[in-house]
Structure formats: structure tokens, C-alpha cells
T-cell receptor, first 116, second 118 residues
């Protein structure tokens, strides 16, 4: 069965410093990986996805993620954090190939706190 | 771009009553929608897959008689929490895959509905 793990409940970083939010996955076939962000009392906003191709994926708001097949990881990164990046971040994996409207399986979520 | 809306955004109801939450796809048709439940500072747990014109598919452990799902049109799915109890208080989020460009379906999420049962 597909699964996603986010080992950190919370990540704290100072504004202007680089940030990393970790995600590892387990799939039986090809991985289709996603990052979403959630602000308080709001739905999820899509940040980026990896389907195939370049291992470094660039997304919204200056975020990027690196797909590492050997380490089965898909860590979210940003070179310079902003206070407004403070939010709850979810890594997710699809359980079906792209041709279907497959459901997403979410990690536990990581709270990012960026301090001024 | 594609948008998914939910109504209401928050609702308070008394124990024993039923509450209906709507999920609408705007500017696109959604034959499938997903309903999630989220507890404070926790992950999203998939409750069910809503299929237009047919019965919903519920995840293991979700009571289908308590969480009634109706997908009556290509743009509307509803979740009704029947005989609500305080433990049903949660944040309910729906999502819909938009028609693919190529073969891949992106999922768009609604803003969520905060249900409080007193």
C-alpha cells in the first residue's frame, strides 16, 4: 500500500534562511508526489508535483522539491524563508497512475514556523 | 482557474440534528469528488469518494449511514452528517480532479467547512 511520512511535526526557521520540510514515501509502482500548503481554517493549496522528468521540481511561491528515488524522498525546500510561509504543509502521493482520478494519500503534516 | 467551493464555511448545530455540506465545482465538471475530514493540526483523512450518478465509495471505518453522500450532478456533491454528535465536530474538506490536460488529473480543494456540534 502507498504511504507517506513526514518525520517532523514542526520546523522552525528564521526569516531569510533556507528551509527544508522532509517527506519520504513508499509506493509499489511509480511515485506521483505532491506538496500542498494549508493556512489556518482554509483548504489546501497546491504547491508542486512530481510525475516524471527532472528530479528538481519548481512550484508556487518560490518553493521547490527534490525527488530522490534511491532515498524515496521528496523534500520541500525554499532558499529564503518568509514569515508568510508559516503554515501547515502536507506531502501526498497518488495511489493510482495518472490516467485515473486517483485519491491522494497524505502525510501527517508539518507545521512550518518562520520567525522574523 | 478551476475552483472548488464549499457551503457553508462554518456551521454550528445541536446534537441529534443533521447538517448538509455542499461541494461545487466551478467552471468544470467533476464526475468524482473526494470528501476528507481533518482534526485540529492533523492530516486529512479520506472519508469517501463521491461518484456522479452512482453510490459513493466509503473508506474503511466510515459509517455510510451517518455520512450520506449524494453526487446528483456533475458540479455538486453533498455530504450530510446525520444525527450529529459532538465527536463529529471537525473540518470537512472536499476536492475534485479537474479534467486533465494530457492524462493527468490535478486535484483542487475546497476551502473547507468547520462543523461544531453542541
Amino acid at each position: 500500500a502507498q504511504s507517506v511520512a513526514q518525520p517532523e511535526d514542526q520546523v522552525n526557521v528564521a526569516e531569510g534562511n533556507p528551509l527544508t520540510v522532509k517527506c519520504t514515501y513508499s509506493v509499489s509502482g511509480n511515485p506521483y508526489l505532491f506538496w500542498y500548503v494549508q493556512y489556518p481554517n482554509r483548504g489546501l493549496q497546491f504547491l508542486l508535483k512530481y510525475i516524471t522528468g527532472d528530479n528538481l521540481v519548481k512550484g508556487s511561491y518560490g518553493f521547490e522539491a527534490e525527488f530522490n528515488k534511491s532515498q524515496t524522498s521528496f523534500h520541500l525546500k525554499k532558499p529564503s524563508a518568509l514569515v508568510r510561509d508559516s503554515a501547515l504543509y502536507f506531502c501526498a502521493v497518488r495511489d493510482e497512475p495518472p490516467g485515473n482520478t486517483g485519491k491522494l494519500i497524505f502525510g501527517q503534516g508539518t507545521t512550518l514556523q518562520v520567525k522574523p | 482557474g478551476a475552483v472548488v467551493s464549499q457551503h457553508p464555511s462554518w456551521v454550528i448545530c445541536k446534537s441529534g440534528t443533521s447538517v448538509k455540506i455542499e461541494c461545487r465545482s466551478l467552471d468544470f465538471q467533476a464526475t468524482t469528488m473526494f470528501w476528507y475530514r481533518q482534526f485540529p493540526k492533523q492530516s486529512l483523512m479520506l472519508m469517501a469518494t463521491s461518484n456522479e450518478g452512482s453510490k459513493a465509495t466509503y473508506e474503511q471505518g466510515v459509517e455510510k449511514d451517518k455520512f450520506l453522500i449524494n453526487h446528483a450532478s456533475l458540479t455538486l456533491s453533498t455530504l450530510t452528517v446525520t444525527s450529529a454528535h459532538p465527536e463529529d465536530s471537525s473540518f470537512y474538506i472536499c476536492s475534485a480532479p479537474i479534467p486533465p490536460s494530457g492524462t493527468f488529473y490535478e486535484q483542487y480543494f475546497g476551502p473547507g467547512t468547520r462543523l461544531t456540534v453542541t
